[in-house]
């Protein structure tokens, strides 16, 4: 379904969804930093930058409970937290990179153990895309086979479009509903031509060469050459719209607590740091390998996709400038 | 006024003498390695390098884009930079002061070191695209009260004089704001900030001072910081460094650059700073000293709060 919708019936449908006691998330300023989160109106919605945060966080939170526990007497009482009564939620102004993260995570959410908390949020919410009509030097989404107008994670996608308003195109069951129920907001398409897409500049890999040279080279120097400067953070992988490592902790007293999921990341030490004191990974650059063998070998071994989306919050945000595209450009080359 | 263009002419200069002197200091066998920075992929961007060839001398620049504090990388948390035998490493007069500090707390020593300093008009902030000139609005915060333009002490720096125009000062405006606000106004703006942390841990990592080998914050039996990325976890975890690097900390504000998530972490450390400079009039980073005045007693030191 191809339609049109103006700026002001955009935000009027917002308006609508929050009054009816929807859940709308969308980027918004947060103390100063663009980030995904619950709108109390349509006016904070900033929809001219791509959030800090990428999309993940509405189906894989930060930190989440998933159970408690209270203790009385000798008697120990756990609670699990039922996934039924996540909420309903329109996602809105999702970026094609954030947006084709999602159902590349629905893999292995959903594959030996179905993670509940993910799927119910999943189950329970639209995606609507934006296309991006601006790129900069760290953005490289095309190099990964996706582009700035791919639809693909979207339930509906909007395209901004010359004088103002969006064109909008359903690719969901979900993505008509919401657009069958709200559908004097919308107009048949106007004719208008779409604002000239971003054109990020990274020129495209060569995926399969860089998972064959992948396959063979667990023991290289360029690992080390590579990521000798990597000062052991998780910037790269909080950001990612794709990274889902998580850590589950039990947090509390002795009579009362819960139980804890929160977001891991392979480049910390204590990551595979095992109860006996070793470390498999026991020096950065074997930690770093990890991150780009998991992106573009392991999961394309396991689920045959690739691990990014290209996104370029990584690249941008690496407190000592670690470029994936340029190492996986390189990759591709040898 | 925020436009007004900061003169890096030198920068080009200051490369070719670098390069120059890492070249001799390698061939000539007098280090096993320089640390100093590299052009990379982006557009007038620059990473960290380890350079151990005299051939790759020529990989070494500086430029606005070299931000990074690289003190750290001859620190005991990092074991992937080579330790046998002297390091050359490239310091802007600010990350010379986290040596000092490194010295003074027993970590490293001078004659295992050839520093190579930088005449340095400043560099760019944390937000601003690596290619952008170098002006009054794009200049690191840091950068805008630096009083260590032209490094001492060191081993090598090249005769330049960078030009350093006075610039409106960032840090004491914005302590100023905050120590005007009542408590609740106070807490509730780092609620805010604090609120947002990830817990990703680049503030500590990028930390010259952040050297023990096990954080405390990492340690589970007994935990004595929630890892959860909440507000009790993110306050005690913002509140714990911020006292640690109290009398330790000389600004080099790395940790606020790298934050992903925008938070003001160097305010905590100024602020702390400024007490101890009023408190003790001591300031970090200028001469090795073996105690900090937070690590010893005086008779004469204020004691009005003992009560």
Request: proline share 6%; aromatic share 8%.
């Amino acid at each position: 379904m191809q339609l049109y919708i103006s700026e002001k019936n955009l935000k009027a449908l917002l308006d609508r969804l929050i009054a009816d006691g929807m859940r709308v998330v969308a980027p918004r300023m947060d103390a100063g930093t663009p980030l995904y989160g619950p709108l109390t109106d349509s006016a904070g919605i900033v929809l001219d930058q791509l959030p800090r945060r990428s999309a993940k966080e509405a189906f894989f939170p930060l930190c989440e409970d998933i159970m408690s526990y209270e203790k009385q007497g000798r008697k120990v009482s756990l609670t699990d937290i039922d996934p039924a009564g996540f909420p309903e939620t329109v996602l809105v102004g999702v970026r094609p990179c954030d947006a084709a993260a999602i159902p590349v995570l629905d893999a292995v959410f959903s594959w030996d153990y179905k993670d509940e908390f993910f799927l119910e949020r999943r189950r329970k919410t639209t995606i609507v895309g934006l296309a991006c009509t601006k790129a900069d030097d760290a953005c490289f989404c095309t190099a990964v086979g996706l582009s700035p107008a791919n639809p693909k994670g979207s339930d509906l996608f909007l395209t901004p479009l010359e004088g103002g308003g969006y064109a909008c195109e359903t690719f969901t069951e979900k993505g008509e509903a919401l657009v069958n129920a709200n559908r004097e907001l919308f107009a048949e398409p106007n004719g208008s031509t779409a604002l000239p897409l971003a054109e990020p500049q990274t020129e495209r890999f060569d995926l399969k060469k860089v998972k064959a040279w992948l396959d063979g080279h667990f023991e290289d120097p360029a690992w080390d050459s590579i990521a000798v400067r990597c000062v052991g953070c998780g910037a790269c992988a909080f950001l990612c719209p794709a990274c889902h490592c998580f850590d589950i902790v039990d947090e509390g007293t002795e009579k009362a607590g819960k139980r804890r999921k929160n977001w891991d990341a392979c480049g910390f030490w204590k990551f595979t740091h095992h109860a006996s004191g070793h470390n498999p990974r026991d020096l950065q650059p074997k930690r770093y390998r990890n991150r780009i063998m998991h992106k573009f070998k392991y999961y394309d071994d396991k689920f045959g996709q690739t691990l990014c989306s290209g996104c370029g919050r990584c690249i941008r945000f690496c407190p000592v400038g670690i470029d994936i595209a340029a190492i996986v450009s390189e990759i591709s080359k040898k | 006024m925020h436009d007004n263009p900061i003169d890096t002419s030198i920068y080009a200069a200051v490369t070719e003498a670098i390069q120059g002197e890492a070249r001799r200091i390698l061939s000539e066998g007098h280090v096993a390695a320089v640390v100093g920075y590299a052009a990379a992929r982006r557009k007038g961007s620059a990473q960290p390098v380890v350079v151990t060839r005299a051939d790759d001398a020529g990989k070494l620049i500086f430029s606005a884009a070299c931000v990074n504090n690289l003190a750290v990388y001859l620190t005991k948390a990092r074991k992937e930079i080579p330790k046998s035998g002297k390091i050359g490493i490239v310091v802007k007069g600010c990350d010379l002061k986290a040596l000092v500090g490194l010295m003074g707390e027993s970590q490293l020593k001078r004659e295992e070191l050839y520093l190579i300093g930088v005449p340095c008009a400043g560099v760019l902030a944390s937000t601003i695209q690596p290619d952008t000139a170098l002006t009054a609005g794009t200049i690191a915060p840091k950068c805008r009260e630096c009083d260590a333009h032209l490094p001492t002490g060191c081993d090598f720096v090249p005769a330049r004089q960078p030009v350093t125009p006075e610039l409106e000062k960032h840090y004491s405006a914005e302590i100023a704001r905050l120590e005007a606000m009542t408590p609740a106004e106070r807490w509730a703006y780092w609620k805010g900030q604090f609120k947002k942390c990830i817990k990703c841990y680049a503030c500590r990592q990028v930390c010259p001072f952040c050297f023990c080998e096990q954080c405390l914050c990492d340690r589970n039996k007994p935990q004595m910081v929630e890892t959860t990325p909440r507000p009790a976890g993110n306050f005690a975890w913002h509140i714990v460094r911020a006292m640690h690097l109290a009398g330790r900390c000389a600004g080099c504000a790395e940790c606020e650059r790298v934050c992903p998530m925008d938070i003001p972490l160097n305010l905590l450390n100024r602020k702390m700073a400024k007490e101890l400079k009023e408190l003790y009039d001591y300031e970090a980073g200028f001469e090795v000293r073996e105690k900090g005045p937070l690590a010893t007693y005086d008779e004469k030191d204020d004691q009005s709060f003992i009560k």
